[in-house]
């Protein structure tokens, strides 16, 4: 079974940092693009970044220069490191697989809960 | 950037009625990479269509997207209980790979 599992979100102060991880299983994951995306509580999906199988990275201009994406092939593992963090980045972070031959998510996590609050 | 505006913010439809969503985006981008998911609360959002008219797997085919350039569309031809839920459109094609805000399609 194809599966994705967030985990590391949680509560962090207003300037903190967090690091998100995603566990992905049942395809390789090392030949697929895959994305970070987040839902703000009651608001709409926003796409955060992307890494590309050869490690090319992509951001939106929200994030450019706080968040981080990463990959290690080899523990089937995809990672954000969130710095500087705002109440604006206050949302469940989804961790989401792009398709085979182009970028639409096919297979999405059940997401991981991060709470900017002093 | 990329703006993708979705109509109407709200549908309101009975089962057994015709859907039409409407995706416009700011500018045009690659290859058609535009795509349609459904979002119900609590829940993931799952994939319907991808490159603006290809159905996912497992997608039932009263779903159907259309369209091209800054102009998409997704029709569900005949609502079913379960097709009430929030639709996104995405386009993939130029980073930042950009969402409309949504429509949220409610049971009249």
């Known amino acids: 079974e194809v599966q994705l599992v967030e985990s590391g979100g949680g509560l962090v102060q207003p300037g903190g940092s967090l690091r998100l991880s995603c566990a992905a299983s049942g395809f390789t994951f090392a030949s697929y693009v895959m994305n970070w995306v987040r839902q703000a509580p009651g608001k709409g999906l926003y796409w955060v970044s992307a890494i590309t199988e050869r490690g090319t990275t992509y951001y939106a201009d929200s994030v450019k220069g706080r968040f981080t994406v990463s990959r290690d092939n080899s523990r089937n593992t995809l990672y954000l490191q969130m710095n500087s963090l705002s109440a604006e980045d206050t949302a469940a972070y989804y961790c989401?697989?792009?398709?085979?031959?182009?970028?639409?998510?096919?297979?999405w996590g059940q997401g991981t809960m991060v709470t900017v609050s002093s | 950037e990329i703006v993708l505006t979705q109509s109407p913010g709200t549908l309101s439809l009975s089962p057994g009625e015709r859907a039409t969503l409407s995706c416009k985006a700011s500018?045009?981008?690659?290859?058609?990479?535009l795509a349609w998911y459904q979002q119900k609360p609590g829940q993931a959002p799952r994939l319907l269509i991808y490159?603006?008219?290809s159905r996912a797997t497992g997608i039932p085919d009263r779903f159907s997207g259309s369209g091209s350039g800054t102009d998409f569309t997704l029709t569900i031809s005949r609502l079913e209980p379960e097709d009430f839920a929030v639709y996104y459109c995405q386009q993939y094609g130029s980073s930042p790979y950009t969402f409309g805000q949504g429509t949220n399609l409610e049971i009249k």
């Open positions: 500018q045009s981008f690659s290859s058609n990479y």
């Open positions: 989401a697989k792009g398709r085979w031959t182009d970028n639409a998510v096919d297979i």
């Open positions: 490159g603006a008219s």
